[in-house]
């Protein structure tokens, strides 16, 4: 981190997957979404919530977490619940 807010992209989402793992235990499978907002920026994740066999069948939920210039997590809330075969 630079402390000057010019975090790369790269860097940016790495850091924020390592402290939502931190905070929640869940690991996130991917990144759904990147954003900028205001003064920081808006991750979204997808994790696994609950793993079932088969595999289609297992829970995920998509978090969205925000993050200071510097890249460091403010918050974090689920705001979607799916199973893993369900498409929008």
């Given amino acids: ?3 000057s807010g010019t975090v790369s ?3 940016r ?3 924020a997957r390592e402290q939502f793992q931190q905070l929640t235990g869940l690991d996130a499978e991917s990144v759904s979404g990147l954003v900028r907002t205001g003064d ?3 991750i979204r994740v997808d ?3 609950l793993r079932r ?3 289609s069948a297992s829970v995920l939920a ?3 977490l925000t993050t200071d210039a510097d890249g460091e997590v403010l ?3 689920r705001i979607r619940r799916f199973n893993r075969g369900e498409t929008d």
Wanted: net charge negative; glycine share 12%.
């Fill in 13 to 15: 989402v790495s850091r």
């Fill in 9 to 11: 992209a790269v860097a």
């Fill in 75 to 77: 918050g974090y809330e």
């Fill in 40 to 42: 920081g920026w808006e």
């Fill in 1 to 3: 981190m630079t402390g």
């Fill in 62 to 64: 998509t978090y969205r």
């Fill in 47 to 49: 994790v696994v919530e």
């Fill in 53 to 55: 066999i088969p595999d």
